[in-house]
C-alpha cells in the first residue's frame, strides 16, 4: 500500500498507524522554550519581513509565501553548514509498518550538503491562509513518520507547518505526537519567537550532524 503525503491528515494516519495525539509534551516544550539570542541586525531583518507579510498575508499564493516570507526566515537562520543543509522539494520515502508513505515536503533539514542524506527534524508544509489544500499538520507528520524510520527510532522528530502568518511546531516521539499553540508571525513577538525555535533547532542539528 502506497500513500502519498498529500493524501494524507491527522485523522487517517491516527487510524493507520495507531498515533495518539498529546496535549502535554515535555520535549516539545523544551524545544519552544529554548533561549537562543537574536542580533540587533536580525531583528532588523525580522521586523521588515513582518511588515511585508502584514501586507500581503491574505494575498499570496503558495508559492509567493514561500518565496517572500518563509524561504527568507530560514535563509536568515541559515541552516547549511557542512554537514547538514536546508532542503526544498526533495523527494522522500519510506516504509511505516506495511505502508509506504511518500512526497516531497516543502521544507526539510537533513544530513548532507549537495542532496539530503538523513532527515532530521523540520517539515514544514506552507499553504496559503484562503482555501489551503489538503491537511499541512497531516502532511507535515506524514513526512516525519518518513523521517522517523530513516533514523530508526533513535530520536524525536521534530516539525512545523505554516498556514498564512500562523506557525505551529510538533513533535513525534514513537506513536505518539502533540502539536504546539499557534505563534503568529505578524503579532506581537510572535516572529521573533518563530526565529528562536529555528535557532535552537538549528544548534540541534548541528550537535548531532557534528557527532556522526
Given amino acids: 500500500m502506497e500513500v502519498k503525503f498529500s493524501e494524507c491528515s491527522l485523522i487517517s494516519l491516527e487510524k493507520l498507524f495507531s498515533l495518539e495525539a498529546l496535549d502535554d509534551c515535555p520535549a516539545l516544550q523544551?524545544?519552544?522554550?529554548?533561549?537562543?539570542?537574536?542580533?540587533?541586525?536580525?531583528?532588523?531583518?525580522?521586523?521588515?519581513?513582518r511588515q511585508l507579510l502584514r501586507?500581503?498575508?491574505?494575498?499570496?499564493?503558495?508559492?509567493?509565501?514561500?518565496?517572500n516570507f518563509i524561504g527568507p526566515i530560514f535563509a536568515l537562520v541559515n541552516f547549511s553548514g557542512k554537514?547538514?543543509?536546508?532542503f526544498a522539494e526533495?523527494?522522500?520515502?519510506?516504509?511505516?509498518?506495511d505502508v509506504t508513505l511518500y512526497g516531497s515536503p516543502d521544507g526539510m533539514i537533513a544530513s548532507g550538503f549537495r542532496e539530503p542524506e538523513t532527515p532530521y527534524f523540520c517539515?514544514?508544509?506552507?499553504?496559503?491562509?484562503?482555501?489551503?489544500?489538503?491537511?499541512?499538520?497531516?502532511?507535515a507528520l506524514a513526512a516525519m513518520l518518513v523521517a522517523q524510520e530513516l533514523n530508526g527510532?533513535?530520536?524525536?522528530?521534530?516539525?512545523?507547518?505554516?498556514?498564512?502568518?500562523i506557525w505551529w511546531f510538533m513533535l513525534l516521539q514513537e506513536r505518539t505526537?502533540?502539536?504546539?499553540?499557534?505563534?503568529?508571525?505578524?503579532?506581537?513577538?510572535?516572529?521573533?519567537?518563530?526565529?528562536?525555535?529555528?535557532k535552537a533547532l538549528k544548534r540541534a542539528v548541528i550537535e548531532l550532524t557534528e557527532k556522526q
Fill in 83 to 86: 554537514h547538514c543543509n536546508y
Fill in 123 to 139: 517539515f514544514q508544509e506552507y499553504k496559503k491562509h484562503l482555501d489551503p489544500k489538503g491537511d499541512p499538520a497531516g502532511q
Fill in 177 to 198: 505526537y502533540c502539536v504546539s499553540a499557534s505563534y503568529s508571525a505578524t503579532g506581537g513577538e510572535g516572529i521573533f519567537d518563530i526565529f528562536r525555535i529555528l
Fill in 30 to 49: 523544551t524545544w519552544l522554550t529554548e533561549k537562543a539570542e537574536i542580533s540587533d541586525w536580525e531583528r532588523t531583518n525580522l521586523e521588515y519581513f
Fill in 55 to 67: 501586507h500581503n498575508a491574505h494575498n499570496w499564493n503558495e508559492i509567493e509565501l514561500i518565496q
Fill in 153 to 165: 527510532h533513535r530520536r524525536p522528530l521534530y516539525g512545523c507547518y505554516v498556514v498564512g502568518d
Fill in 90 to 97: 526533495r523527494e522522500l520515502r519510506g516504509t511505516v509498518g
